[in-house]
């Protein structure tokens, strides 16, 4: 099994979240990023929210640095 990861760094938001979460499980990793996505960014439990967060997740493991978002779209 490959490990995947999530990372808030990568999308747009009101909190400059530097938050990346890895696992060896979708399951793990999906719960970890539902809690933080709910406690931090204000967001609701759904099936939406989780589905939404499914298709963020990415092979591998966070890099240590990230092009924020405005600086990568220039």
Same mark, same amino acid.
């Given at each position: 099994m490959s490990r995947k990861y999530i990372d808030c760094r990568q999308y747009p938001g009101d909190i $400059?979240?530097?938050? !990346? +979460?890895a696992a060896d499980s979708e399951d793990e990793l999906l =719960? !970890? !990023?539902v809690q933080h996505a709910v406690a931090?960014?204000?967001? =609701?439990?759904? !099936? =939406?929210?989780?589905q939404d967060l499914k298709s963020? +997740? $990415?092979d591998g493991t966070p890099p240590a640095v990230v092009a924020s978002v405005a600086s990568a779209s220039a």
């Open positions: $400059k979240c530097s938050l !990346a +979460f =719960e !970890a !990023a931090v960014h204000g967001c =609701e439990d759904n !099936a =939406e929210l989780r963020m +997740f $990415k």
